[in-house]
């Protein structure tokens, strides 16, 4: 792989953003806006610069049914959307939340197999809101009212094909990482 200048020094900005606490300075001295883009057909989510280039990839699973906006349909909604909320920071790996509290349990296989039908949500959420009203947001197409997340998974579940409910699983050290680098209100888009 060739590696341009460009492609540099975004590295240097993302390793940088990674392994600083103070990254509103560092957005400021950079004039670097992280955006994220979950692609459905490779099943992949990028943090985007501000120039768009992607500065990180990650696998991820979205909706077994597809895309799609309607309430109860179980799809991932397209679009415009961001990051409304943040929970669970400072929880252990693999807190188990149910309802977007964390319930008191670590998950553990054990307790994957004690609850085989539970959709396990772990580590941390990024509760997604849709910004186009009549697509995704407002109505039977909210994406909030879905409850639709960027969110840890088991580290058994299959990543890079679809087989969630709606939601974006990760791996949670990935979803660690992410979390530390988004702020609120950090554009999200999904696309096919």
């Known amino acids: 792989m060739k590696i341009t200048f460009k492609y540099f020094i975004n590295l240097v900005k993302f390793d940088i953003l990674k392994n600083t606490k103070d990254r509103f300075s560092y957005t400021a001295a950079w004039g670097y806006i992280i955006k994220i883009k979950i692609h459905i057909a490779t099943q992949?989510?990028?943090l985007l610069d501000d120039s768009g280039m992607p500065v990180h990839r990650y696998p991820v699973s979205t909706a077994a049914n597809g895309v799609g906006e309607k309430f109860g349909s179980f799809c991932t909604p397209r679009g415009k959307h961001i990051i409304r909320a943040k929970i669970g920071a400072n929880q252990p790996l693999n807190t188990v939340f149910i309802r977007r509290r964390p319930t008191g349990e670590i998950y553990t296989p054990e307790l994957g197999a004690q609850y085989p039908e539970r959709d396990w949500i772990l580590t941390r959420i990024l509760w997604l809101s849709g910004s186009e009203v009549g697509f995704n947001r407002l109505g039977a197409c909210d994406t909030m009212r879905r409850?639709?997340?960027i969110h840890g998974t088991p580290e058994n579940t299959q990543l890079?094909?679809?087989?969630?409910k709606g939601c974006v699983r990760m791996r949670n050290a990935d979803l660690l990482e992410l979390f530390d680098l988004v702020?609120?209100?950090?554009?999200?888009y999904i696309a096919i």
């Open 160 to 164: 890079g094909e679809p087989g969630s």
């Open 147 to 149: 409850y639709i997340y």
């Open 183 to 188: 702020p609120v209100n950090t554009e999200v």
């Open 44 to 46: 992949t989510l990028e």
